[in-house]
């Protein structure tokens, strides 16, 4: 059955969902989204993914296409429509349709916004209880990725490349430090038991996922670190894990063919998960 989405306005079949050839978000990846997840027919995070949205635009000076409350009337109506429990909503919001230009529009187009959803397991991901593995792929991606800009294409091809060398996913590598994975916050757990991961500024996301399993892990009694860390470093490490809306927290077992601890998923990041579930069902909306 086809899916619902929504499009600058309209809820339509797929099929019959279109937007312009001249859209800048089509011709220069000029614009954001957000990836909201949807467990029990709930929205989790879902006002920090609006925080989150706002800064996204401010940085890009780019126009709001509604308010919060109307953003979050089409998150459940499209969950509604498309009778979603488990699975995500995607967003995206471009400057909307201009002639081809590489300066800004000089008078102010509509954004268009558009959402879809996504139906999938995330509460029992087999991948959680086997863990995944990484490659080291250097990170040849623009600045500004704390800015959540629909400038995919490098994280796609490092992913490849990844498979590639037998590995699920990549952990992109800049000035001998690991940054962050294709589409998710990396971390590590010290012999000590610390969890390291990367602090917040232009060089990583900011993960609406991190901040709370960081706040979660804190609340557990877990000393925490926010610092750039090695991919040495992180060979060495007892645990790795990462962070995103779609994988919750999922271990790490090998970056580089080389095995993390006894190479099998580690019981902070199976806690972490654990924890993360029990508060993302409590609280979402």
Do not use: C
Not at 77 to 100: C, H, P, S
């Amino acid at each position: 059955m086809s899916r619902i989405v929504y499009v600058n306005g309209a809820y339509l079949p797929e099929a019959e969902a279109t937007i312009s050839v001249f859209d800048r978000g089509f011709l220069f990846a000029d614009a954001v989204y957000e990836v909201t997840t949807v467990l029990g027919g709930k929205l989790i995070d879902f006002h920090a993914h609006m925080a989150r949205l706002d800064r996204s635009l401010s940085e890009l000076d780019l126009t709001a296409p509604a308010s919060h409350d109307d953003l979050l009337a089409i998150h459940r109506e499209l969950v509604t429509r498309n009778g979603v429990d488990e699975g995500l909503i995607y967003m995206q919001v471009t400057r909307g349709a201009a002639d081809r230009d590489f300066l800004f529009p000089a008078k102010v187009t509509p954004p268009s916004l558009v959402l879809f959803t996504q139906a999938m397991a995330l509460r029992d991901k087999p991948a959680a209880r086997t863990g995944i593995r990484v490659a080291s792929v250097p990170d040849l991606r623009w600045g500004r990725r704390d800015i959540k800009t629909v400038q995919l294409l490098y994280p796609s091809m490092a992913k490849m490349e990844a498979v590639r060398q037998g590995a699920d996913d990549a952990w992109l590598v800049e000035d001998g430090v690991v940054t962050e994975g294709t589409s998710n916050n990396a971390h590590i757990v010290t012999a000590g038991g610390t969890l390291i991961t990367r602090n917040l500024s232009h060089a990583i996301l900011h993960g609406i996922t991190r901040a709370a399993v960081l706040r979660l892990a804190a609340d557990s009694g877990l000393t925490i670190e926010e610092r750039p860390f090695t991919l040495d470093e992180a060979k060495a490490a007892r645990e790795a894990f990462v962070t995103s809306a779609s994988s919750f927290v999922m271990p790490v077992i090998s970056i580089d063919g080389m095995a993390i601890g006894d190479g099998t998923p580690g019981p902070v990041a199976q806690r972490l998960r654990e924890i993360y579930i029990e508060e993302a069902d409590r609280t979402a909306i």
